[in-house]
């Protein structure tokens, strides 16, 4: 149950289970599990039940929520499909979704806070983010009263909300400056031996995690879709269901073929897209002007073994660049013709699906499924009560920027957090 391999699929050696990287080369390491055959853990709730392709010995203490998947019917009729399946990550009672902080990273943190609270070593997880991931972060710690500390540009500190008192386990750093500056603090403080990184794209508890869209998405339609439409950012989503699926053909019952992956950028804030289709970009102003900027990411894992471009070569992917005009339009769509709200970076995926049919690269029968990465908030403000998240500490960069200031990342502020966290504890 539950056990398994991290092996690289460069080299082909495996590798110690909490490694990052190979020691020979910069691929992607991969989850490789004992059990072929996925039973559905019904005993466990959420997530869980997909326990036998998660990399982890048992169920997080308090959150875990999956997605839920079900046949359109509105968005189909809009668009002229027969066979529209729809992954929703986020809050919708009425259907069974459950994910309050509303977006997919609910089910990377859950699997990566269980992962590292099992290596029981007392590091403490370090998290870089300027949205949804420092919020589901925030909420499966805090459920769980696992330590963790979160980097956060002071500028988007305002819309950190999770859907419960935060808990004391959790030390907010509000960096002076930008995201980039905010990894490149978080990335400092996890040379400090007592905190480690959580590992963004190579970490296999994230993609695992994510992959559940797929797993869940297989056992609804009872086969594999033949297209999978998803709104990236770094792409590891995308990453993900390739990687759930090549372990749903290995299963045997839900048919030989890899779903094309069709992945969805934010025009002209679009890397991936640019590096796909050989095309250039101006990246001068981005993440601003976007539609959605948690779609933005600078560096990608795109070239390196088991990323983005070995994703989309093996599945004869498709890069999409939606524009603001055609994110908006389709978010219209889709809101009414579904009857809940959704995050507009999912917007950006249902763009690329109308794009697709117009285009006739998806035809009418096709099995396709839709990841709606986000959605729900407006249910969520009903219903819930939510919390903002308080810096418990500033760092100004600009005054850590020389390689002795990495020192005082290292130490000064390193020892500050775990004074706050004791106090917590
Ligand atoms: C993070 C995020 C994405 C993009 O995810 P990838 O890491 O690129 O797969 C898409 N939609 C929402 C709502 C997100 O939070």
Wanted: with cysteine.
């Amino acid at each position: 149950m539950g056990e398994y391999l991290v092996r690289c699929p460069g080299c082909g050696y495996v590798q110690p289970p909490h490694a990052l990287a190979c020691q020979n080369d910069d691929s992607l390491l991969r989850t490789e599990y004992l059990t072929k055959r996925l039973t559905l853990r019904d005993d466990l709730p959420g997530l869980w039940k997909f326990y036998d392709w998660l990399p982890v010995k048992m169920p997080l203490r308090g959150s875990g929520e999956k997605p839920v998947t079900y046949r359109s019917q509105g968005l189909s009729r809009e668009l002229g499909l027969a066979n529209l399946f729809i992954s929703f990550s986020g809050y919708w009672p009425e259907r069974g979704g459950k994910m309050t902080t509303c977006s997919f990273k609910d089910l990377e943190a859950p699997p990566t806070v269980e992962r590292m609270a099992e290596r029981k070593d007392g590091q403490i997880l370090v998290v870089a983010s300027a949205g949804n991931t420092a919020r589901a972060f925030a909420q499966a710690a805090s459920e769980a009263e696992i330590p963790l500390v979160l980097v956060v540009p002071s500028s988007g500190l305002g819309r950190l909300w999770i859907c419960r008192e935060p808990s004391d386990s959790i030390c907010v750093v509000s960096v002076k400056g930008d995201y980039t500056e905010a990894i490149d603090l978080a990335g400092r403080l996890a040379e400090n031996p007592r905190f480690v990184g959580e590992g963004g794209a190579r970490n296999v508890a994230r993609r695992d995690g994510m992959g559940v869209v797929m797993l869940d998405g297989v056992l609804t339609m009872k086969a594999l879709p033949k297209h999978y439409f998803q709104a990236v950012g770094s792409g590891t989503g995308g990453i993900a269901a390739w990687e759930a699926s090549i372990r749903l053909i290995e299963d045997g019952r839900f048919g030989p073929a890899l779903p094309r992956l069709h992945l969805a950028q934010n025009a002209p804030c679009a890397p991936i897209y640019a590096a796909w289709t050989g095309s250039g970009m101006d990246a001068g102003l981005c993440p601003a002007g976007m539609y959605d900027d948690v779609l933005f990411n600078r560096k990608p894992p795109y070239a390196v073994k088991g990323g983005v471009k070995d994703a989309l070569e093996e599945t004869q992917g498709l890069v999409y660049a939606v524009s603001n005009r055609e994110a908006a339009l389709a978010q219209r769509v889709f809101e009414e013709s579904e009857d809940i709200d959704i995050l507009p970076a999912a917007a950006i995926a249902v763009a690329a699906l109308q794009e697709a049919v117009q285009s006739g690269t998806v035809e009418e029968d096709d099995p396709i499924l839709l990841n709606i990465t986000g959605g729900g908030v407006s249910r969520a403000k009903e219903e819930l009560e939510m919390f903002t998240l308080k810096s418990d500490l500033e760092a100004d960069p600009s005054a850590l920027s020389s390689e002795s200031s990495s020192d005082s990342v290292r130490g000064d502020l390193g020892a500050e957090i775990l004074e706050i966290l004791k106090r917590g504890a």
